[in-house]
């Protein structure tokens, strides 16, 4: 699809795999149960490949409940990145050598 407006398009029991999203607008826009499947269906097999997002505004966006294990984050603006009320910027601040703070 190209040049398609979905604005309040609902989207359920639906397999995605492989799905890319490429200039999409996606403010106000709400994922749910991404990469686990339903969570009504704990045995219903999904796809396990890692879910990737690159060049993409998380601006002022809220992620609960998510699983970010072995996560990696490269090259990404986090200011003011709060994680269960831990501001990150300030705390890799205080965990940089002496000689590497700006």
């Not at 890319?20 to 749910?32: L, M, N, R, V, Y």
């Not at 831990?86 to 000689?99: A, D, F, R």
Request: net charge negative.
């Amino acid at each position: 699809m190209n040049d398609m407006n979905l604005t309040g398009m609902h989207i359920s029991d639906a397999n995605l795999s492989e799905l890319a999203i490429d200039g999409a607008q996606w403010g106000g826009a709400h994922f749910q149960s991404i990469g686990y499947g339903d969570p009504s269906q704990p045995d219903a097999e999904h796809n396990k490949e890692g879910v990737r997002f690159s060049d993409c505004s998380f601006q002022n966006g809220r992620i609960t409940d998510c699983d970010f294990t072995n996560a990696n984050f490269q090259n990404c603006d986090i200011s003011g990145l709060v994680i269960n009320g831990i501001n990150i910027e300030e705390l890799i601040q205080k965990h940089v050598p002496v000689e590497q703070r700006e």
